[in-house]
Nanobody, 125 residues
Framework: VQLQASGGGLVQPGESLRLSCTAS????????VGWFRQAPGKEREGVSC????????FYAGSVKGRFTISRDDATKTTYLQMNSLRPEDTAVYYC???????????????????WGQGTLVTVSS
C-alpha cells in the first residue's frame, strides 16, 4: 500500500499549483480520498475530501472557492488544484485515504488509514 504525493513547490501569492497523489497496492476506487496540510508550528488540518468519483466533496472554509479536489480512479490518482494561493497556505500537504467519512468526520485524521509522504508548498513573494 503506497500513496505518492507530488507537485509542491515555491510560488508567489496569487499563483496556482496542482498537487497529485498516486496510489498503489489497494483498490483505490473504493476509498475516500483526502488532503491534509501541516504548517510550521501548527497541527495538521483537513483541507479537502472526496468520497468517490461522483460523490461528495468537502472543503475547509479557508480554501473553499480556491481549491478543487478531483480524482481519476483509472489512474488511481487524486488531485488538489490550488488557485489564488496565499502565504498562509504554506504547509506540507499530505494525501490520505479512508474507508468512510461523513460530513462531520471528513477532516479527522483518525478516519484515514493510508497516508502519503507529504509535499511542501511554499507561498512567498
Amino acid at each position: 500500500v503506497q500513496l505518492q504525493a507530488s507537485g509542491g513547490g515555491l510560488v508567489q501569492p496569487g499563483e496556482s499549483l496542482r498537487l497529485s497523489c498516486t496510489a498503489s497496492g489497494f483498490d483505490f476506487e473504493r476509498y475516500v480520498v483526502g488532503w491534509f496540510r501541516q504548517a510550521p508550528g501548527k497541527e495538521r488540518e483537513g483541507v479537502s475530501c472526496m468520497t468517490s468519483s461522483q460523490g461528495s466533496t468537502f472543503y475547509a472554509g479557508s480554501v473553499k472557492g480556491r481549491f478543487t479536489i478531483s480524482r481519476d480512479d483509472a489512474t488511481k490518482t487524486t488531485y488538489l488544484q490550488m488557485n489564488s494561493l496565499r502565504p498562509e497556505d504554506t504547509a506540507v500537504y499530505y494525501c490520505a485515504t479512508s474507508v468512510y467519512v461523513s460530513g462531520i468526520s471528513w477532516s479527522s485524521e483518525g478516519r484515514y488509514n493510508h497516508w502519503g509522504q507529504g509535499t511542501l508548498v511554499t507561498v512567498s513573494s
